[in-house]
């Protein structure tokens, strides 16, 4: 390294020494996939095993990203569109294939209207920018492009503690007592917390916003396509028409790519000219608008989600009476360890007994609260969370976290 410039090596060195450097892993064979089998010519990356392999560490919550139908739609978007949306939706990147999919995510999300954004992350930043809120309310635990979006916005930021309504109301009393009678508020939380399971308290959040005229933004990333109709929790609890702007990803259960908000016409007019990830980015791809909306679609018509509700519980009850610690309310269930290297140490014995789910290690969980996060699909049988259940019991007693 020079003396001059980043020192970019240095940094690495310095996230070798606190354990926490990442790399990537290819894992085609593994991703999206409820079950894979070794590849007979041997090739694969680090995510590799010598023995067939249950995966339960995939946000392809539906099981749709391998489904015909989908695939089959991407297939058709690209032959009567292109493989490329060719240029932002502003200038020649618009199709009728990008209205169709945002008037049925308007449908499900019982709005006015949508717009899809060429990623979940561009949709937050892009439209908590765009919103230029004067002050922000965030839950403490939001994600990540979240907490970009209202750096972005260059906003007073109010960070409340997590899920915790009191806690906002407190902090919405005491900005009130300095605010300039025009401010515009945003309250913004993530439905479905990814990494703990657990479900914003969506209902005492509205109130909380309408006691003090502000707009409340729910990113359903980890939700959407799995309650009524398509919709997420927004839906579920009956909130349509009180959360002001409703954001989520097509690239978990609905097995695609790309992101959307949804909400009013003035809201959604507003984002296509002001939201700066959706004006200068290019379109998003056709074949991932035909596999979203086919995807949802499915997720509508079918009992999709009712099969892995199902799962999640016998999951759940299972992993609980073995004697583990399941946090949450949903359909993802971080299984907690503690220590971090246990945590590793665990999924790696739950792996050679054929089961892939990663742990969860600082700095994405507090220090002393590692786990494994297992996700299950609609796809997985009754036999693969029994053979899910049995590897957690025998490497849980094999490390030592179960008797
Ligand atoms: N919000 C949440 C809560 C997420 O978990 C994610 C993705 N992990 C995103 C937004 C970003 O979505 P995308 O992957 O489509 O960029």
């Not at 900005?175 to 209902?203: H, N, R, Y």
């Not at 919709?231 to 695609?256: I, P």
């Amino acid at each position: 390294m020079t003396e001059y410039g980043f020192d970019l090596r240095r940094r690495l060195e310095a996230r070798d020494r606190n354990g926490l450097r990442r790399d990537l892993e290819p894992a085609e064979r593994v991703a999206s996939r409820t079950r894979f089998a070794p590849d007979p010519r041997g090739r694969g990356g680090a995510v590799d095993f010598d023995e067939p392999a249950l995966v339960f560490a995939s946000n392809n919550y539906l099981g749709l990203a391998r489904d015909r139908r989908v695939q089959r739609a991407a297939e058709r978007a690209i032959h009567g569109v292109g493989t490329g949306a060719g240029a932002s939706r502003l200038v020649t990147g618009d199709t009728s294939l990008h209205r169709a999919l945002e008037r049925d995510l308007a449908a499900c999300k019982r709005t006015e209207r949508a717009l899809v954004f060429s990623s979940g992350y561009a949709a937050n930043v892009g439209t908590i920018a765009a919103l230029e809120p004067d002050r922000l309310f965030s839950d403490a635990l939001n994600h990540a492009s979240i907490i970009d979006g209202c750096r972005l916005a260059d906003a007073e930021t109010v960070v409340y503690d997590h899920c915790d309504p009191d806690d906002l109301a407190a902090k919405c009393d005491s900005a009130a007592t300095e605010a300039a009678p025009d401010e515009q508020w945003l309250i913004v939380t993530d439905s479905v917390f990814s990494m703990d399971g657990d479900v914003a308290p969506l209902e005492a959040l509205c109130e909380i916003a309408e006691t003090y005229g502000a707009w409340l933004m729910v990113d359903e990333a980890h939700a959407t396509g799995l309650f009524d109709d398509g919709g997420g929790v927004v839906q579920r609890e009956g909130l349509s028409d009180r959360v002001d702007v409703q954001m989520g990803t097509l690239s978990k259960a609905l097995a695609s790519q790309g992101g959307y908000v949804a909400g009013s016409e003035p809201l959604v007019e507003h984002l296509l000219n002001d939201a700066r990830s959706f004006v200068y980015s290019t379109g998003l791809a056709p074949p991932a608008v035909g596999a979203a909306r086919e995807a949802l679609r499915i997720a509508r018509e079918e009992d999709r989600a009712d099969r892995l509700w199902e799962t999640v519980e016998r999951l759940r009850e299972g992993l609980e009476t073995a004697g583990y610690v399941v946090l949450g309310e949903s359909h993802v269930l971080p299984v907690l360890v503690g220590d971090r290297e246990l945590a590793v140490e665990l999924a790696g014995r739950v792996r050679d007994h054929g089961v892939v789910a990663p742990p969860i290690r600082p700095p994405t969980v507090p220090e002393g609260e590692s786990r494994i996060r297992v996700a299950p699909m609609a796809t997985h049988d009754r036999d693969d969370v029994d053979a899910c259940l049995e590897a957690f019991e025998e490497a849980g007693r094999a490390v030592g976290v179960l008797p």
